[in-house]
């Protein structure tokens, strides 16, 4: 072993590979391993984390009243999903088809809202369906209710929240399946005497499913931590595992309890991943 | 040998990081070395309390610079002051329990009144206090009352008790606090039992109670609860009297009510941190604070309860006759102060409060 082949071979490499995973280490690895450390911690009685060994903290996520919130996170999340893919697969397939100019500009609709901050914009949801807020005050003009309606501080209004949130999420990699679709394919199908229904549900939606797959982990993942929205447009009454977990940082003030949440949020993170890797999922579609 | 070096290799690209993060460290303290007086206040307030122009005012005429930064919550502020080193906060402003566990964790230090001449405007039912006795670690600042807020263009029933908020016929009309002591406390009071209840068999009937609520509730705020009450989104609320005291400026319809089995209160205080480094500028700081005129401006700007009733009285009948903006004084001496408890009670109101809001 010489010097020369140092230089030629390992140098190179720990420079270049060496500051990413000094950062991975430091800023990914080790917290999160705090965050596990820290979730069989206990607190003594001036709520400080103390380096004693307990499983209670996991004990008391098993409650039948945090197994509900999860239940409800997760039927929040599906419900996200399942508008998201409604609403951003024609959306998608409009940009995918369309002229590069108008492409551009339907790219822009999508983008631009999100170079605001998200709480403002929630905020600004939150004034708009407020019984004084302009919806109310225009179908009370044109007449179609008499009094206003109470839209605000429901499951509902946190779905539409989350959904207007992680809609960007949905579409992008919706859009990336769509375009890649072959046209040739389309061609042969119809050639072959498949009229538009049939050639939507046996060629171009299982030829695209990848990017309903990939949009779905990116929508239903955050939606479960996203606690600001449900804070805001559920107004307490529809909180997500996030909304657990603040609290737990927060008000509540036991920290080891809510890192032993966060372990839980990360593990059905991972099941979700995986399934999404066993149903021949690509994980570069995910960004990662 | 290869991998000798690499270890090396890497161990100092760790080392460096840890030098820029020195590095950096160092330049901030040399900047604030530059400044006029050479003094930089690091002052740790809550939110929507301490107005920017009555420090800007401080900082002209001490020469002392002041770096305000803002928390939402108590146990926030311990966290972040726990975690930063020794002299990133010089002032806080704990609320009333707080300061007890400040003391307790050895947080803060004691603080000299002879440096405070304007500790005289402190009225004497706000020195004393139970959870600092003879005020060694903290001078009062504001405070408030957990009153009930009734838009009465909409509700003319008779409200005077925190019991009638739990009445099922005000489904869906209610904004509370989203605080689970505050909440819970209120239902304890409703029964008759202590704010700070802690006989687990009292504790289940009190859950029996919160759940009550459920359907009443219709917004669990915080921040703006006025909001809520300005907009005609809620008709009843329970929360913080200032922010009563901001809807009925907005909405006259919106009055307070005290309850009458007597209140939730809070004092937020003025408190040094043991890791101060500019202890005299934060005597001189509190001072200030504690100066008739400029509590003057910082009531016309958030009309708490205020413990400097030199400044409550030169605000003139207005604001002193206001029940909400000066809540009464027998008012104040039924009200109850949140105490800290031990943990295995807060993981059963913790249970209450979750079943309450899944």
């Known amino acids: ?288 | 040998m290869k991998k000798i070096i690499a270890l090396l290799l890497s161990s100092v690209m760790a080392l460096s990081f840890t030098a820029c993060g020195g590095g950096t460290a160092g330049e901030g303290g040399s900047e604030s070395a530059a400044a006029p007086t050479g003094e930089t206040l690091n002052v740790f307030v809550w939110t929507e309390y301490v107005p920017q122009s009555v420090v800007d005012k401080f900082t002209e005429e001490t020469g002392i610079k002041v770096n305000l930064s803002t928390y939402s919550s108590n146990e926030d502020m311990l966290a972040k002051v726990k975690a930063e080193s020794d002299g990133a906060f010089d002032i806080i402003q704990p609320s009333d329990y707080m300061v007890e566990q400040c003391i307790n964790q050895g947080i803060i230090q004691e603080i000299d009144l002879s440096k405070i001449p304007n500790f005289s405007n402190i009225g004497d039912a706000y020195k004393n206090p139970s959870y600092d006795p003879g005020n060694k670690y903290s001078v009062p600042y504001l405070g408030g009352v957990g009153g009930i807020a009734v838009n009465r263009a909409q509700i003319t029933d008779d409200i005077d008790s925190y019991a009638d908020l739990f009445d099922p016929k005000y489904e869906g009309q209610l904004v509370v606090l989203d605080d689970f002591r505050a909440v819970i406390g209120i239902a304890a009071k409703s029964l008759g039992y202590d704010f700070n209840e802690t006989d687990p068999e009292k504790l289940a009937e009190i859950k029996e109670q919160v759940l009550k609520l459920k359907n009443n509730i219709k917004l669990y705020d915080s921040d703006s609860p006025k909001s809520a009450l300005i907009s005609g989104e809620c008709n009843l609320a329970f929360c913080w009297s200032a922010e009563i005291a901001l809807a009925n400026a907005e909405n006259p319809d919106v009055e307070i009510v005290f309850p009458e089995e007597g209140p939730y209160l809070f004092f937020d205080n003025w408190c040094i941190t043991s890791g101060s480094q500019h202890v005299d500028a934060a005597h001189k700081f509190i001072d200030y604070m504690s100066r008739p005129d400029v509590m003057q401006e910082v009531l016309a700007e958030f009309p708490y309860l205020c413990a400097n009733t030199a400044a409550v009285e030169a605000m003139g009948e207005e604001y002193s006759a206001n029940p909400a903006k000066n809540p009464p004084a027998d008012v104040i001496a039924k009200g109850s102060y949140v105490k800290n408890l031990d943990t295995d009670t807060i993981a059963t109101y913790d249970e209450i409060w979750t079943e309450l809001k899944k």
């Open chain 1, 1 to 288: 072993m010489t010097k020369h082949n140092f230089r030629s071979n390992t140098l190179p490499s720990v420079i270049m590979v060496g500051p990413v995973v000094l950062w991975l280490v430091f800023f990914i690895a080790i917290p999160l391993l705090y965050v596990a450390v820290m979730s069989f911690c206990s607190i003594d009685e001036s709520y400080n984390i103390v380096f004693r060994f307990t499983t209670v903290n996991y004990k008391r996520l098993c409650d039948i009243n945090y197994v509900q919130i999860y239940g409800q996170s997760i039927l929040i999340a599906v419900l996200t999903t399942i508008v998201c893919i409604l609403l951003a697969y024609p959306f998608s397939f409009l940009i995918a088809r369309t002229t590069s100019k108008s492409k551009a500009f339907l790219y822009m609709l999508v983008i631009i809202p999100f170079w605001t901050n998200s709480l403002i914009r929630i905020y600004g949801w939150r004034t708009f369906l407020g019984t004084s807020g302009w919806l109310n005050m225009l179908l009370m003009k044109i007449g179609l209710v008499d009094s206003p309606v109470n839209m605000l501080f429901k499951r509902g209004t946190t779905v539409l929240g989350m959904v207007y949130c992680l809609f960007p999420y949905m579409v992008l990699p919706l859009y990336t399946a769509i375009e890649k679709l072959d046209k040739s394919l389309l061609e042969a199908s119809s050639d072959l005497g498949a009229k538009g229904p049939q050639t939507f549900f046996r060629v171009i939606l299982p030829l695209t499913s990848s990017g309903i797959f990939s949009g779905s982990i990116m929508v239903f993942i955050p939606t479960l931590g996203y606690f600001f929205v449900s804070d805001i447009l559920g107004g307490g009454n529809s909180d997500v595992i996030g909304n657990l977990i603040e609290r737990q940082f927060q008000s509540g003030n036991n920290w080891p309890l809510g890192a032993a949440l966060s372990i839980i949020l990360i593990v059905i993170t991972l099941l979700l991943v995986k399934l999404y890797q066993k149903c021949g999922g690509d994980m570069e579609s995910l960004g990662v």
